[in-house]
């Protein structure tokens, strides 16, 4: 950082290249000399690598298969079938045949070495063994048995991101049973929209959580979510506030103690490939949310590929990807089990007592590999924050971020402010996948602004209009391949229609995305924002993320949003909305500095008819800027059917849109 502010670097400027060392101890590079030596496969650069994985995708997926060793208790007699509708990648069946368990995965390592340390924002931390872990969700697999939970029930969980929630989670698994979580800080109308659906058996809950340094107790909440579920038929209850929750006002409750069943044997259900695993659920932020199924199989291949492969966790890593329990990103992180990785998991505000909070969990935890979202990055950079210079973070190989696209200064920011050696590893992907689809790479080179490259087995393409594939141009991000972690179903879904309407009904049998991208020829990628919140001002179309970039360069501007309302046969205004440091105000002065920096930064097309200030730009629960909701609101669509308020983060923030449309 420089004395006016962050290095400002260019889209495209190179800013890091692995060392020799570096590249020759990667795992990307064990699985090439593995390929070499046992399928007899040379590849002189990972684009030759890549073109082959998405080509061969039953060559590809068989060796990640048999590389990671995968404990199948019966063998697959096909790595890829045709759906029975005979197209290729919406209903793709992979693996048929085979038998496995997500949890045994995980759970293969039972020593002494470090499985989790679970950390509190007021600093109290916990720690598990491999040992440790393995009993304990032996002796809560055995306690859910004897509530009749088994292979195809549905067990749901609003539990914070602790290691108990994570020993239950293995152990749901473990049983061949389905888990979907909700943070407790989500609303009982979201809980209830999430969880009612998948008929739950049992319900997890917590007595209250902390956040921000404030205590919340839960469990009228946990009355009022039991009351939503019909089919429970029972709860348990995870002291965290209090030693002795009261339970009296919850029928058929439990304590967390009383469901373990010490001396209880780990054992581990086979199921199928695609048995369900996970549900995860969409934002649901304008309507309600969409139940994705994910199954063993998929989620077992995708995340081995993607954590070792590309994020490059080995044994000795100890890995933090902040995240609620109501992210995929939290599924993510805990697949670091598989690799044999030491856990960190945080449960709090990561801006409790201030934004340094994570970076001293960093120093005192040893984090070599550091998660974080892309707005929280560029919270330290706004406050003037320089992690390396107040804390020892020299154990920080990797900083990886997602939720939204790291412009080319967060790039420098983080080599600058945190270490010259550190790989930049922003992904990009989804609930859809609980993957990333552009991913980083511990072999390649990174440059400002850019994702280094697209999965392997992963065939990402950016289409045109016309459907066809461009190159250094943006365009709509597809998949022209399937990937085994595709969605298996949506709940309550039978036809499959509503899957179909969500990622096939653009393009045939390819699935759209719905993220502007371009794919540079490098091979690197830029993700642009969401492809139905563009701004297309005079037939010149421009991703949002460019503008917030432009926009929240200047000092006085926190945090923004931009709406275009237009509609389809007739262009709107668009509209400009700021979040302004305390004590700033949006004067005349400062328009006109934001209408300049707009105008030769971007476009002069793209100079906003409007600019307002506000107090808090509406997010989801992740985090996510909540741009679609806000246009339909401001082109006159009821707010009760453009936007569940229980879906965000801050619900009083759509109040000031809704006035604005009714003015």
């Not at 994570?358 to 003037?384: D, H, N």
């Not at 992907?429 to 609980?434: E, K, M, S």
């Not at 229609?497 to 096939?504: A, D, G, I, P, T």
């Not at 007739?570 to 209408?595: C, K, N, P, Q, T």
């Amino acid at each position: 950082m420089t004395e006016e502010g962050p290095r400002t670097v260019s889209e495209g400027t190179l800013l890091w290249e692995p060392t020799p060392e570096r590249v020759a101890q990667s795992n990307l590079t064990r699985f090439m000399r593995w390929l070499e030596e046992h399928r007899g496969l040379r590849f002189e650069s990972f684009d030759a690598l890549w073109r082959w994985s998405v080509e061969d995708l039953e060559g590809f997926w068989s060796a990640v298969w048999d590389h990671f060793a995968v404990i199948a208790r019966a063998p697959y007699s096909r790595v890829l079938a045709a759906s029975p509708k005979g197209t290729r990648v919406e209903g793709a069946r992979w693996f048929t045949g085979a038998e496995l368990n997500y949890a045994e995965h995980c759970l293969r390592r039972r020593d002494e070495h470090l499985a989790v340390v679970a950390a509190h924002e007021s600093g109290r931390t916990t720690q598990m063994t491999y040992a440790e872990l393995s009993r304990r969700s032996a002796e809560l697999a055995g306690g859910l048995r004897s509530l009749g939970v088994g292979r195809g029930d549905t067990v749901v969980a609003y539990l914070p991101n602790t290691a108990e929630t994570l020993a239950a989670a293995l152990a749901v698994a473990s049983l061949g049973a389905a888990w979907s979580s909700c943070a407790p800080e989500f609303g009982t109308r979201s809980v209830i929209e999430r969880f009612q659906p998948l008929a739950p058996k049992v319900l997890l809950a917590v007595d209250g959580y902390t956040y921000n340094g404030r205590r919340f107790g839960t469990l009228d909440a946990v009355s009022e979510i039991q009351a939503g579920l019909p089919t429970l038929t029972r709860s348990v209850v995870l002291p965290y506030l209090d030693a002795q929750p009261e339970l009296g006002r919850l029928a058929g409750a439990m304590r967390w103690d009383e469901l373990a069943v010490p001396g209880a044997e780990l054992a581990f259900e086979p199921v199928p490939f695609d048995h369900p695993l996970w549900v995860v659920s969409s934002s649901g932020t304008t309507g309600a949310p969409k139940a994705i199924v994910h199954g063993h199989g998929g989620v077992v291949l995708e995340h081995l590929k993607a954590l070792a492969l590309h994020l490059d966790i080995h044994p000795d890593d100890r890995f933090l990807w902040f995240s609620t329990t109501g992210w995929m990103m939290w599924n993510l992180n805990i697949s670091g089990l598989m690799l044999g990785a030491t856990l960190v998991l945080y449960d709090g505000s990561p801006a409790h007592p201030d934004l340094t909070a994570l970076w001293r969990l960093a120093e005192r935890t040893g984090i070599t590999c550091f998660g974080v979202s892309a707005p929280y990055i560029a919270g330290c950079m706004k406050a003037g924050l320089d992690p390396s210079r107040d804390f020892d973070l020299h154990r920080i190989r990797t900083v990886g971020s997602t939720g939204a696209p790291l412009p080319p200064e967060g790039f420098a920011w983080v080599l600058d402010h945190v270490g010259p050696d550190v790989l930049v590893a922003p992904i990009s992907g989804g609930t859809d996948v609980v993957t990333g689809f552009i991913v980083s790479n511990p072999n390649q080179p990174v440059h400002a602004g850019e994702m280094q490259c697209r999965a392997l087995g992963c065939k990402v393409e950016s289409f045109d209009e016309a459907g066809r594939p461009v190159v250094d141009d943006v365009g709509e991000l597809v998949l022209t391949e399937p990937m085994p972690s595709m969605p298996v179903e949506f709940l309550n879904d039978p036809d499959g229609r509503r899957l179909h309407e969500s990622y096939f009904d653009v393009y045939p049998d390819v699935w759209r995305h719905g993220d502007w991208l371009k794919v540079t020829p490098r091979g690197t990628c830029v993700i642009y924002g969401r492809s139905d919140s563009t701004l297309n001002r005079g037939g010149i179309r421009m991703g949002t993320s460019e503008f917030y970039r432009v926009v929240e360069e200047i000092p006085e501007v926190v945090d923004s949003l931009v709406i275009d309302t237009s509609q389809l046969g007739s262009e709107g205004r668009l509209l400009l909305f700021v979040v302004l440091r305390e004590g700033e105000a949006l004067d005349d002065g400062l328009r006109d500095r934001i209408v300049r920096s707009i105008r030769s930064g971007l476009s002069p097309r793209h100079v906003p008819d409007e600019v307002h200030a506000l107090p808090e730009v509406p997010r989801t629960l992740n985090g996510k800027k909540l741009e679609v909701p806000v246009k339909k609101i401001l082109n006159g669509v009821p707010p009760e059917r453009a936007v569940s308020r229980d879906a965000l983060a801050n619900p009083a923030a759509i109040d000031f849109f809704v006035a604005l449309a009714e003015g």
